[in-house]
């Protein structure tokens, strides 16, 4: 049978085994099969309020989990298994995740906010918890006790009167369904919500969650027995490339087809200002990109170029102005206030840098369409591309693999949308890889902006008044899914309506002040259509640009007032997790208590320091301290010690936990000390790892601890990226710390640190 | 042709990985004659005669490389969009360098590219690797 046949007679696993043979064998589904006693034979339609549509006994005791989201590789798919597991009483082994094949699960989020555990885990550890209710009540007639009188253990209830009697989850429904109704809000992605009659357990009772198993995908990677998006090949399919401009806006205008004539199989699609070459050789394909001759229009962008960028978004006209928090009025406490201290701090565009460059494929005929991708937004993106091909949305299936991280909404979806345009044309399956160039000149962008923070104190020294402005580009010029063709670069190419919205965000942080205004205030993209600099959320999409803003600040009036940073927190912080998360921090660091700067390191050539940064997001609470090394004639910075004090609420795995934790701390070091999208005033000019700078091992933070508190009592809230943006702040307070010197302007790189040090 | 197509679209050998077909980040990385090397820059012509190892050749669940058992024992990877560079790089300098310094594997590894953050991780994880082989 060949792959083509197979994966339209079953669903295709997501995993294909490279065989020593060097042939693929495709792993199948298993269809549904026996008979039982219970349960029905044919398994009702996908839909929110269908039990089966979340979970399935095999015939085999396997219990298989439909997650609508995705595991970008920080133990998703290990952790949500663990919730189901513990809330059926089956060990951990036996779930299986099928994720967000949308012909096979429904549309819960994709990756989105670091909801995945605090959102659709507990989502399906209801559901599990259900389906465990309802098991048991099949159970009471065969064992002839009732349901309370019967307890579960690896799958396998039994009563507790007579050890004897015994029934498996799998003899009871295995290979069959519960066809059983669940009450359903009505929405989909983030905000799906369904409940049943069971509720679920109490902490005390659980029994895999608080536990460590090792993530599930780690080995088929260590091994390459994981196949990624990058890795599927279809019959006859064939490999494009996009040919972008070399200046921003230029439309193609003339194309000079012989210029690929000697290239074997090379051709050129065109639609609109849609340009693409297509071949059946992979490499073919490139040679094609690199050779075709285009004329592209005159395009005179005219952007600021990154070195002015800040100066551009300061003049430039608000064109919409949200005060999302505010206390009191800021106006009168700033009149009351005897002492007024006023910051700024600049935020570089920053880009998704997958170290992959993003690959789709699909598969468009017959008014059908199938799409490979690996997009954190899987549902989105079939909805997306339903419409950019004109079919309905029950005719196309995307199914989600594993590929590069996409650290927020990067590019995949993109090389998706294009590929079933291609595929579409050419009436041919099409696999569309993008080139290094594109992944950091053409991904869709994390804003850029200038944090304004104002201070007002009163004679005592108090804090009586705080304000904070950040002004910004839209964290939403394009969506943060592909759920619409205006959010895809191939429907900019094509010409369809564009929907930008406007929106950014305050810092999320629980100090008081008895007059407080936090708000933010958009400026026009820089280009309107198919702009290399559109965009959207970049991993904790508004944490690092605002706290590095905020959390300097909070710091620079400690400072002013010559009180210790971490003590000036505390006085404006009441709930117990903030505090608690300041105050471990700082003890596990061995902080002790002064104002910054130290000042007794002027003559040294090397200046150490340590610095503090705080936040809350959604119901996390972190505390992040850094300690850092100067080098004054050079302007490096050496991250020496993080101490990381983390509060998630129940944890699920906390193993992973830490490496989610740890990793991000790395990552928000390459963020906060080398990364910035530089252009000039016609395109992007970071095309690569030299011109888009980023963390190295030689600047690997040398320690990095990391302090979970626990509370099983409280719901488990996100952790995906949440550490990350403090780190900007916590490295620039202890810059501060170090040399007295204020770090205004992310990435703090050895040139501008030793810049501003002279 | 550069060794890397050859390898994934003529040999089906997915692997090694496109990441920049510049030489800069490693994803693509194989052994040839022992050496780690970034097959995106290496004409296909030259290596007719060479034994070309990829990562599904290093090692088995059953019979890891030391590098591969000690990534599983750290839990090192995210993504993994990288790992080729990552374990091959480093199992080649435990080839040359069983007992290497820790500037000696930071120096091994230093121009390899990984988004996710796993550098201390992986540092850990070679570490591991040499005091157990």
């Not at chain 1, 969650?209 to 390459?224: C, E, M, N, Q, W």
């Not at chain 1, 094609?288 to 005219?302: D, F, G, I, K, M």
């Not at chain 2, 993994?80 to 300098?93: E, H, Q, R, S, V």
Request: overall charge neutral; hydrophobic content about 40%.
């Amino acid at each position: 049978m060949s792959e083509r046949s197979q994966s339209e007679t079953f669903p295709l696993s997501r995993r294909i085994f490279l065989l020593s043979s060097g042939a693929l064998a495709i792993a199948l589904a298993i269809p549904d099969a026996a008979e039982a006693a219970n349960g029905a034979a044919s398994k009702p339609p996908l839909s929110p309020d269908q039990l089966d549509s979340y979970l399935a006994i095999e015939p085999d005791g396997t219990v298989t989990v439909f997650y609508g989201r995705i595991d970008g590789g920080q133990g998703l798919e290990t952790s949500i298994a663990q919730m189901v597991a513990d809330e059926l009483d089956v060990p951990f082994g036996r779930v299986r995740m099928v994720i967000s094949d949308t012909a096979r699960t429904l549309n819960m989020g994709g990756a989105s906010g670091a909801l995945g555990v605090s959102r659709s885990g507990m989502h399906l550890r209801r559901c599990a918890a259900e389906a465990r209710r309802l098991l048991v009540e099949m159970a009471a007639k065969p064992l002839g006790a009732p349901a309370n009188r019967l307890s579960v253990s690896d799958g396998v209830i039994g009563s507790m009167s007579d050890p004897a009697k015994k029934i498996s989850y799998a003899e009871l429904i295995g290979g069959r369904h519960f066809a059983t109704h669940l009450d359903w809000n009505g929405k989909y992605g983030n905000e799906l919500v369904v409940s049943g009659q069971a509720k679920i357990k109490a902490p005390s009772e659980l029994k895999v969650i608080g536990t460590s198993p090792r993530r599930k995908d780690l080995p088929l990677k260590v091994f390459a027995r994981l196949d990624m998006v990058n890795d599927v090949r279809l019959p006859d399919m064939l490999h494009a490339r996009m040919i972008r401009p070399k200046v921003a806006g230029a439309v193609p205008v003339a194309v000079d087809e012989s210029s690929i004539a000697g290239i074997p199989g090379a051709k050129v699609v065109w639609i609109k200002n849609f340009l693409a070459v297509v071949a059946p050789k992979e490499w073919n394909a490139v040679r094609a990109s690199q050779a075709l001759r285009v004329t592209w229009s005159e395009s005179h962008p005219n952007f600021p170029g990154n070195e002015a960028l800040h100066d551009h978004i300061r003049r430039a006209p608000v064109i919409k102005r949200t005060i999302q928090n505010e206390n009191g009025s800021i106006e009168e406490g700033l009149s009351k206030s005897v002492r007024i201290i006023e910051g700024e701090y600049e935020y570089p565009t920053q880009s998704h840098a997958s170290t992959g460059p993003a690959c789709g494929l699909a598969d468009v005929k017959n008014g059908e369409a199938t799409v490979w991708t690996s997009t954190q937004k899987p549902h989105y993106a079939r909805d997306g591309i339903a419409q950019l091909l004109g079919l309905p949305v029950e005719k196309v299936r995307a199914v989600w693999m594993f590929g590069t991280g996409s650290y927020g909404r990067n590019d995949q979806g993109d090389a998706t949308a294009d590929a079933a345009v291609l595929s579409q044309h050419l009436g041919k399956p099409v696999r569309v890889q993008y080139m290094r160039h594109e992944g950091l000149a053409w991904d869709p962008k994390g804003t850029a902006s200038v944090n304004r923070s104002r201070a007002g104190l009163d004679s005592s020294g108090k804090v009586i008044a705080y304000e904070n402005i950040s002004k910004a580009f839209s964290r939403l010029n394009i969506a943060t899914n592909e759920g619409r063709p205006a959010h895809v670069l191939a429907g900019h190419l094509l010409g369809v309506p564009l929907e930008p919205d406007q929106s950014f965000e305050v810092p999320v942080a629980s100090y008081t002040f008895d007059h407080k205004r936090l708000g933010w205030e958009i400026v026009a993209p820089l280009m309107d259509r198919a702009s290399p600099l559109r965009t959207t959320h970049l991993r904790d999409p508004y944490g690092p640009p605002i706290l590095f803003g905020s959390e300097s600040f909070i710091d620079e009036v400690a400072a002013a007032t010559a009180s210790d940073p971490v003590e000036f927190r505390l006085r404006y912080l009441s709930n117990p997790r903030d505090r608690e998360a300041v105050k471990t921090a700082a003890e596990k660091y061995g902080w002790d208590a002064r104002p910054s700067p130290r000042n007794d390191q002027k003559n040294a050539d090397t200046a150490v320091g340590r610095g503090i940064a705080y936040r809350r997001h959604f119901d996390t609470f972190i505390a992040l301290v850094a300690e850092v090394r100067v080098h004054r004639d050079t302007g490096v910075i050496d991250v020496l010690r993080y101490v990381c004090a983390h509060d998630v609420g129940l944890i699920v795995n906390p193993e992973t936990l830490r490496h989610v934790i740890d990793r991000q701390l790395v990552y928000g070091t390459s963020r906060a000390l080398f990364e910035e999208v530089r252009f000039d005033e016609n395109m992007v000019t970071s095309v690569d790892w030299l011109t888009y700078p980023v963390l190295h091992m030689g600047s690997v933070p040398q320690s990095i601890e990391i302090h979970l508190i626990s509370r099983p009592e409280a719901a488990p809230s996100g952790a995906g990226e949440m550490a990350l943006g403090l780190v900007p702040a916590a490295v620039g307070n202890a810059v501060f710390d170090a040399t007295g010197m204020r770090l205004r302007r992310v990435p703090f790189t050895p040139a501008r640190v030793k810049a501003a040090l002279a | 042709m550069p060794l890397l197509y050859a390898l994934r679209d003529e040999l089906h050998l997915n692997n090694p990985r496109f990441g920049c077909g510049l030489g800069q980040c490693g994803a693509c990385t194989v052994h040839i004659d022992g050496q780690a090397v970034r097959s995106c820059l290496v004409p296909v012509s030259s290596v007719t005669t060479a034994r070309i190892v990829t990562l599904a050749g290093l090692g088995t669940p059953e019979q890891p490389h030391p590098v591969q058992a000690a990534w599983i024992e750290e839990q090192v990877s995210q993504c993994a969009y990288c790992i080729n560079g990552w374990i091959m790089t480093a199992a080649a300098l435990l080839k040359e360098k069983p007992r290497p310094s820790d500037e000696e594997i930071k120096t091994a590894l230093a121009d390899l590219i990984c988004r996710c953050g796993t550098h201390g991780a992986a540092l850990r994880a070679v570490k591991r690797a040499a005091q157990s082989s």
